[in-house]
Structure formats: C-alpha cells, structure tokens
C-alpha cells in the first residue's frame, strides 16, 4: 500500500490530516461562538429561558441561558456519536470510505452556513444537528483510512499522531481565531461590525463563513488527494460486531474500555465551554483569554500527540493511557478551585497532556486489534465515545452549575476520571509485543 512521505509521514495520512484540521476549526470556531450569538439576543429564547423544569423525586430548577447554551453545544456530540457505529460499519461493509468523508464533509458546511438566517433558538438546534450527522459520516471513515493507510503496527501511532495533531491544531486554534474575528482585536470586547465594499458584516457572520470555508478547503483537499485504498473493500466478510467482554474470557474487552475512558476523559473536556460567563466573571477575563485557556488542552496535544504516539509504536501503548488518566485526575479537579485565570491556563494544559498521553496510544492499540473486525467498527468505538462525551460534557456542566456551584462540574470530573484510570488499569491489554521495542 506504499505511497510517497513526508516529514516521515504517508503523504495520504498528512493530506487527510490536514483536512481535518481546516474542518477542526471550522468545528471550534462554533463552540465559541454559538454561546455568544445565542446570550446576544439575535436569537429568540421567548418561551424557553426561565421556564421551570421538573424533576420526578428531584425537584425542579429554572432554565437559564448556560443550560440552553449547553444543549446546542451538546446536540453536535450527541448525533455525531450515536450515529458513528452505523456509520463506521457501513463504510466497513461498502469499502468506500472517501465517499463518507466528502458527504460528512459537505453536512457540515451546509450547517455552518445555515446559522445565519437561523431566529430562533430551534433553527440553531437544527443547524447543529445537520453538523452533527455531517461529523458521523466523516470521524469514523476518516480514522479507518488513517489505519488502513499503516503498513505495519510500528507506523499505527506515529500516523495517529500526527493526525490528530494536525486536527487538534485546528480545533485548539479555533477559538482563538474566533475570538478575534468576533470581537474585531485581541483585546477587544463586544461584537464587530465590518464594513465590506460598502455591505455591513457582522462578527458572527464573518464567524460562521470562516467555519463554512473550513469544510470547503476539506472537501477539496479529499477530493483531489485521497482514495480509498483496495484492503477496506476487504472488510465487508469480517465480523462487524462490537465486543464488550474480552473473547478470551478475562474480562472486559479492551477497546470497549478504552471508549468508555475515552468518554469520560471527553466530559471532562468540554465541561469547560458552557461556563464561560460564570468563568470570565470569576477570573475577571476578557473572551480572548476564555478562549486561549479553552483552546490550552488542545495545543498541547500538539506538541505531545506525535512524540507520544512514535512513543508508544517502541515502548506500548497502554503505560501511555494509563500514565494519562492519573494526570487527568488533579487537572480537572483544580479548575474548580482556582480563582487566578494564569492558574486556570496551566490547569488546562496540564489536562491536555494528559489527553495526549491517552488519545494516540489508544487509538494506535484499538487499530491493532481492528484487523479481524474491521477499522471503521472498530475505531468507531473510541471516535464515537469521544463525541458523545464532548456532547455530555457541555450538558452536564449546564445541570451541574443550576444545581451546585461553580466547582461542582469541576470535581464531577475528576471523579469520572478516576473511574477511567480504575477501567483501564484493570482492563487493558498491551497490545505490541515487547519484540516490538526497537
């Protein structure tokens, strides 16, 4: 399956990778936004916000803005999520995964461009879904070519590596883009109005066009650069079932575990986004640092993802994941405390590595068990989990801070954390022999 490097690289795995990155930050560009359009009045919440939600042997609590924010921004995740393993072991049994790319691809882009002319909170719901379906086509297609594009178990975590480097870049740089696009400066507040030859711009508008821009400029690199390779046709005699105990009887199977640490690792993540008021206001911060700690988790993934990932091709995946979970622990934990927005940053970082540690190793060791069930089946487990808990998380952290107080998401999720490193040590089988080691 050989084709020319780059960098080390299969030319196919760093064009696929950049594609990702242009549509990652169209994708981010939307997490920092979306709350600010809705909490700026352009989008009608008549009906919705303040209305009191009962709890069956709870009780009740009112809606407030954070809550509804957290419900768009959970929406993407949730159909993205649950759509992945059907997705995932349709491209298995067609073996046409290019064609799932480009389609999700162009999903995403029609959502991107819908929001503005959307009014009211239900046709941003709608627009969100769209993306939503248009991320089920494209996540799992696109790492089952990145796994079938290795050549061997010694390229799997380098290639992921770089791949989801190169997608944390543009998702981790999103928001920071965003926040200067929308406000007009890096330390400026409110929302711009451009002037273009004469036609008013708003900040939003040149928002959205930049994330729709972002899934065009991916459309045209997968088109004119990838194919589907001759081994994913293969997969269609495979068993395309998903396994939750391990078929040797000790236990849980590992890639099931790995995406259940991977969801919870992922709630954790995007606790952070539904507070931005409720944060900005405690660490007395403008939207441009909210953005560049949000955006913290993500660059550092891109500097640890490849040296992580080539890591973990010599020395085995799982020391990697689990070395990331107890990382994940105190970081998340802090974030509730602290009241010093340096401090804040650090935190999230320090998460990102954490999630560096976790993300390539794991997906490198789900790809080495992918060659009797299939890539798209496989690795849609972790992709899939990983999107279900970036919908969750933004939800929970709504539910959480109406009930309890600012620290409450904070230290849900380290406990959720601490869940995931028990599952993994437990659990999780190395999957590279120590022959591998070189």
Do not use: C
Not at 304 to 320: E, I, K, N
Not at 337 to 349: C, Q, Y
């Amino acid at each position: 399956m050989g084709d020319s490097t780059v960098f080390d690289t299969d030319s196919r795995v760093l064009t696929l990778s950049v594609a990702r990155m242009a549509d990652a930050l169209g994708n981010s560009f939307l997490i920092i936004v979306l709350p600010l359009y809705i909490a700026s009045g352009e989008i009608s919440l008549a009906g919705i916000a303040g209305t009191e939600i009962q709890l069956a042997g709870i009780g009740g609590f009112v809606l407030r803005k954070e809550t509804l924010i957290g419900v768009v921004l959970s929406l993407f995740g949730l159909v993205n999520s649950f759509g992945q393993p059907f997705t995932g072991r349709w491209s298995d049994r067609l073996g046409r995964r290019r064609a799932f790319v480009l389609g999700g691809l162009a999903l995403f882009g029609i959502g991107s461009a819908a929001y503005p002319f959307a009014g009211s909170y239900w046709t941003v719901l709608l627009a969100r879904a769209i993306q939503g379906i248009g991320a089920a086509f494209t996540v799992p297609a696109t790492v089952a070519l990145i796994n079938d594009y290795a050549e061997s178990d010694s390229e799997r975590g380098g290639n992921f590596g770089v791949y989801n480097t190169l997608r944390l870049l543009g998702f981790g740089s999103g928001p920071i883009v965003a926040g200067i696009v929308v406000t007009g400066g890096l330390a400026a507040e409110g929302v711009v109005t451009y002037d273009l030859s004469g036609l008013a711009v708003s900040g939003f508008d040149a928002a959205f066009a930049v994330a729709a821009l972002g899934a065009v400029v991916s459309v045209a690199l997968v088109v004119l650069f990838i194919e589907d390779p001759p081994e994913a046709a293969d997969a269609a005699s495979k068993d395309l079932s998903i396994a939750i105990r391990d078929p040797d009887g000790r236990g849980l199977d590992s890639v099931f575990v790995l995406g259940v640490g991977t969801f919870l690792m992922a709630t954790t993540i995007a606790l952070f986004a539904t507070l931005e008021g409720p944060i900005r206001a405690r660490l007395d911060e403008s939207t441009f640092f909210f953005s560049v700690q949000f955006a913290a988790v993500t660059l550092a993934n891109v500097v640890f993802q490849v040296p992580v990932g080539r890591a973990s091709d010599r020395h085995g995946r799982r020391p990697f994941v689990v070395a990331g979970f107890a990382v994940l622990i105190p970081s998340v934990f802090v974030q509730g405390i602290v009241t010093d927005p340096w401090l804040m940053l650090g935190a999230r970082f320090l998460q990102g590595v954490a999630v560096a540690l976790v993300f390539a190793p794991s997906l490198a060791l789900a790809g080495d068990l992918a060659g009797e069930r299939g890539s798209g089946t496989t690795l849609s487990v972790l992709t899939m989990a990983f999107g279900f808990g970036v919908a969750v998380g933004p939800l929970a952290s709504g539910v959480l801070y109406n009930v309890g107080s600012f620290g409450t998401p904070f230290f849900f999720g380290a406990v959720l954390s601490a869940l995931a490193l028990a599952l993994v040590y437990s659990q999780v089988e190395e999957t590279l022999p120590a022959s591998a080691a070189r």
